[in-house]
């Protein structure tokens, strides 16, 4: 059995495609992606490097998106994308094509209906953006994460399975980040593709955070800002002079996920929707800033929801500077005890497993079986 996976959330592809390999030795499994995610930047993305690391042959999709593009260039690799996902298709005759959303898994799916291979396609977020809402057109089926969701999509395909969550999040498997001090720890995550913004911010307030504070923070690795670098040789220069510890890391990947999560008292982060399954699920108070310009402010619903169930307060990107980044993370410290879940009942999508429902739809949806 041959798979294409595709789409712009591969957090949630992951432990599909283990659990595929499980239940089914010798399946083949080909992931169309971005190799490199913004512009000018010369390093592989995380998607890049965790589906690799898995061993699956990896094709760097060149499609561009319409919503809020002006730039002509992007714009001509929308047919660039489907000519591409065609022939890589017609090349490849997969069995299905498993769509994790986004603007990349539109040309790939709506190839693959063309060519007559049936595709699913999984729903993270609260409120679909576009592509979602396009790409269900053409799909065997629509498997939701939350069931607020389901009113967006035809109720002869939607289907409420809930988001394939990291096993490794619930586990300490490493021993990487140790403090000698009795300082509460916060774990900032500046996402896959590396917020320049936040990790400025950070840059510009680590000595007065690092007097108060531990930090692990995921920078990501974009190759024009070199953030990365910025921040490693800032915390050289100050190390001797603060009390607090700094972890910096690209990314912080399934061997030391369990360890930072556990270790975090407070989680700063944007507010994507697996990432704020995650927070959900370890029940890990958080201070969100979401991304403002995603389609139908997606980010933004997703951090109230978090805000609301009572684990989160929000700092609007708008707001966001050195300053507001200190006092917002005191005032959420001062407070911690009080950050908790209001309503247990949204922890049950923990009952379900999603990974098994969405692998088991995969497989029935394949011309093969």
Not at 96 to 118: E, K, N
Not at 224 to 253: A, H, M, P, Q
Not at 272 to 279: D, K, Q
Request: glycine residues 6%.
């Amino acid at each position: 059995m041959k798979i294409v996976m595709t789409g712009g959330h591969h957090s949630s592809a992951l432990p599909v495609i283990k659990k595929l390999k499980e239940k089914i030795p010798g399946v083949e499994v080909l992931w169309m992606g971005h190799k490199h995610s913004m512009q000018r930047d010369k390093n592989p993305t995380l998607e890049y490097i965790e589906i690799t690391s898995l061993g699956i042959p990896f094709y760097d999709l060149k499609a561009g998106k319409v919503y809020k593009t002006y730039n002509i260039g992007r714009l001509l690799k929308v047919p660039l994308g489907f000519f591409q996902a065609f022939w890589f298709l017609l090349k490849n005759r997969p069995d299905a094509i498993m769509s994790f959303g986004g603007y990349l898994a539109v040309p790939v799916v709506i190839a693959g209906y063309i060519l007559g291979i049936p595709s699913l396609t999984h729903e993270q977020t609260v409120v679909t953006g576009y592509s979602n809402k396009l790409i269900s057109r053409f799909t065997k089926k629509v498997l939701v994460s939350w069931k607020e969701s389901e009113k967006y999509f035809p109720t002869d395909k939607v289907l409420y399975v809930g988001i394939p969550l990291r096993k490794e999040i619930f586990h300490i498997s490493s021993d990487s980040f140790n403090f000698d001090n009795d300082l509460l720890t916060i774990y900032i995550s500046a996402g896959k593709t590396g917020s320049h913004i936040i990790n400025e911010n950070v840059y510009h307030s680590l000595e007065k955070l690092l007097t108060f504070c531990n930090i692990i923070h995921q920078s990501g690795d974009h190759s024009l800002y070199k953030d990365f670098e910025k921040l490693e040789s800032k915390y050289t220069e100050i190390r001797n002079t603060v009390r607090g510890k700094y972890y910096l890391r690209k990314f912080v990947l399934e061997d030391e996920i369990g360890e930072a999560y556990m270790k975090a008292d407070l989680v700063v982060s944007r507010s994507g929707a697996h990432t704020m399954s995650e927070i959900i699920a370890l029940q890990k108070p958080s201070l969100l800033i979401p991304i403002p310009w995603v389609s139908h402010n997606e980010q933004y619903e997703n951090a109230k929801m978090v805000k609301d169930l009572g684990l989160a307060c929000i700092l609007n990107e708008k707001d966001l500077n050195p300053e507001s980044l200190i006092e917002n993370i005191k005032f959420c410290l001062s407070d911690i005890n009080s950050m908790k879940v209001k309503d247990e009942s949204a922890l049950d999508f923990l009952k379900n497993d999603p990974t098994e429902l969405i692998t088991n739809e995969i497989i029935q949806i394949s011309k093969k079986i």
